[in-house]
């Protein structure tokens, strides 16, 4: 029997929620473990779900791959996997409830028609609103927006304090279906956020900007907003997110317990006195009873 590691009467959801595109490197190995470690710490559920929506990045064989180091590590999921690709209709349903209310718009233009006669704010290019009143002459629907008007976004993360997005001057209307028919990531996190009840979203920072996108349409959509956190990202020596296409390489699953230290060190916790004396499960008992998140308070990114 697995042990379970909350009270049946937890009001504190967590998930991880990676998208399959290659094998849990140490920067995701990283936000596996933040996520399920303040989750437990606050006896709370631990949920996995694979982002597989994106099907021309998804690699065959990464989500097996993935669950099977998670489980390696002892990161035992409470709930049933659910799979983005599998999530369709629930998206599409999400999609309509929006168009009605014509909040949506069709699209027509391309990237390069963007790149072209878009603000730059950052290094986010704002959509000029070219659509937002009907597609050109002649021009056939490629994506569909939501409306931003001016919605000033404000949330207080718990790792970096007070963020304030006006989505109109800093990103402009933004996609909700994809030229390619998908989904936008943006649309389906919330969907999926909220029909798993989660409560509390802890992710790497990389996805702090896209925080205000989502509570807005949790607005729109009559959700509840989580409370984020979003944890310092693994960067390599050239600042650069750890990822497959930074060739991060992943972790091992033959040695679990060294490299559940060093996300510990990453993630500035506290170690054990002797850690040479502790197995996988006690490691993990060790460092949910000693979780603080507040050690990691305003720091965005960390050198692996
Ligand atoms: N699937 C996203 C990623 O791997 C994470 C999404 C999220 O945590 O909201 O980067």
């Known amino acids: 029997m697995r042990k379970r590691r909350f009270l049946p009467d937890a ?18 190995l990283v936000a596996a473990v933040g996520s399920y470690l303040d989750a437990k710490h ?5 949920l996995v779900r694979i982002e597989d929506l994106d099907t021309p990045r998804t690699v065959m064989g990464a989500a097996d791959d993935i669950l ?16 983005q690709s599998q999530r369709t209709a629930a ?12 909040i949506l718009y069709p699209c027509a233009c391309s990237r390069k028609e963007i790149a072209d006669s878009a603000l730059h704010h950052g290094d986010e290019l704002v959509y000029p ?27 207080t993360d718990g790792l970096q304090g007070n963020i304030v997005q006006n989505l109109a001057s800093g990103i402009g209307d933004f996609v909700v ?22 409560t509390h979203v802890v992710r790497g920072a990389d996805l702090l900007h896209s925080t205000t996108r989502q509570i807005y349409l949790q607005r729109l959509m009559g959700f ?5 956190s979003h944890l310092p990202i693994a960067v390599n020596a050239q600042g650069e997110k750890l990822s497959k296409q930074t060739l991060a390489t992943p972790v091992d699953t033959n040695n679990p317990v060294a490299a559940l230290l060093r996300a510990l060190a990453f993630l500035r916790q506290e170690m054990p006195a002797d850690p040479g004396d502790y197995d996988l499960d006690s490691v993990l008992s060790w460092a949910i009873a000693h979780w603080n998140k507040d050690r990691l308070n305003g720091i965005m990114q960390i050198p692996a």
Not at 14 to 27: C, K
Not at 75 to 80: A, F, I, K, Q, Y
Not at 181 to 197: I, S
């Open 129 to 155: 609103g070219t659509c937002r009143n009907g597609l050109p002459q002649g021009k056939t629907t490629r994506a569909w927006r939501v409306r931003v008007n001016d919605a000033r976004i404000n949330f």
């Open 91 to 102: 998206y599409q349903a999400a999609f309509e409830h929006l168009r009605i209310d014509n």
């Open 68 to 83: 099977r180091t998670l489980e390696a590590y002892g990161l035992h999921w409470d709930e049933t996997i659910i799979y």
């Open 177 to 198: 279906k994809r030229a390619d028919g998908l989904f936008a990531y943006q649309l389906a996190v919330v969907v999926d956020d909220a029909a798993q009840g989660i």
């Open 42 to 46: 606050n006896n709370g559920i631990w």
């Open 11 to 28: 009001v504190y959801r967590g998930r991880f929620a990676p998208s399959p595109t290659g094998s849990l490197h140490f920067g995701s």
């Open 224 to 228: 509840a907003t989580p409370a984020y």
